[in-house]
T-cell receptor
Framework: EPEVTQTPSHQVTQMGQEVILRCVPI?????FYWYRQILGQKVEFLVS????????KSEIFDDQFSVERPDGSNFTLKIRSTKLEDSAMYFC?????????????FGQGTRLTVV | AQSVTQLDSHVSVSEGTPVLLRCNYS??????LFWYVQHPNKGLQLLLK??????LVKGINGFEAEFKKSETSFHLTKPSAHMSDAAEYFC????????????FGTGTLLAVQP
């Protein structure tokens, strides 16, 4: 069964450092998403990406964040200068299309710890 | 705006007894609703989905949910809990905007006692 894969599973970084979280969505999907879950809180939408551009972003997704689909298979989330409050589980998701009955498939997440 | 409210943050049941996880939604039109499960240190797995077809939706692992428009509810049930059902469960609504992002509830942690 096709699945979304994320690497690394855990990342520890020092405050102020840049991190890149990587995702390989399901190959024939067209829509890609990043969500995050701060420990003890609910899963929050960060950004959606379609046709090589951001289609929607939340207010959490400020100038410190960026996304990219560099090679047609990977989908990355970059945090330029990490803050303590960026510590969270980050989930990548993909879906075939926004309409109809296509659900989002999630990766297993990357746990980011900023120290 | 779409939203979901999970009425219980923690539910504890004994193995073999029924499970009920409650969710109410708010939507200005017919919503698409989902239940996702997250086992410890695992990703989010889709249990079931409602997308305006049958109001009683059957999912994986014996779970089902009933869409009740009159009560704006989408409660998750299972007749007999298994130890492996212990996990966090999220009620989710699809936002109606162009990107159809998902809006998550706060989650219900299900504990199953032997």
């Amino acid at each position: 069964e096709p699945e979304v894969t994320q690497t690394p599973s855990h990342q520890v970084t020092q405050m102020g450092q840049e991190v890149i979280l990587r995702c390989v969505p399901i190959s024939n999907h067209l829509y890609f998403y990043w969500y995050r879950q701060i420990l003890g809180q609910k899963v929050e939408f960060l950004v959606s990406f379609y046709n090589n551009e951001i289609s929607e972003k939340s207010e959490i997704f400020d100038d410190q964040f960026s996304v990219e689909r560099p090679d047609g298979s990977n989908f990355t989330l970059k945090i330029r200068s990490t803050k303590l409050e960026d510590s969270a589980m980050y989930f990548c998701a993909s879906s075939g299309g926004p309409r109809g009955n296509t659900e989002a498939f999630f990766g297993q997440g990357t746990r980011l710890t900023v120290v | 705006a779409q939203s979901v409210t999970q009425l219980d943050s923690h539910v504890s049941v004994s193995e073999g007894t029924p499970v009920l996880l409650r969710c109410n939604y708010s939507s200005s039109y017919s919503p698409s609703l989902f239940w996702y499960v997250q086992h410890p240190n695992k990703g989010l797995q889709l249990l079931l989905k409602y997308t305006s077809a049958a109001t009683l939706v059957k999912g994986i692992n014996g779970f089902e949910a009933e869409f009740k428009k009159s009560e704006t509810s989408f409660h998750l049930t299972k007749p007999s809990a298994h130890m492996s059902d212990a996990a966090e469960y999220f009620c989710v609504v699809r936002d109606g905007g162009a990107t159809n992002k998902l809006i998550f509830g706060t989650g219900t942690l299900l504990a199953v006692q032997p």
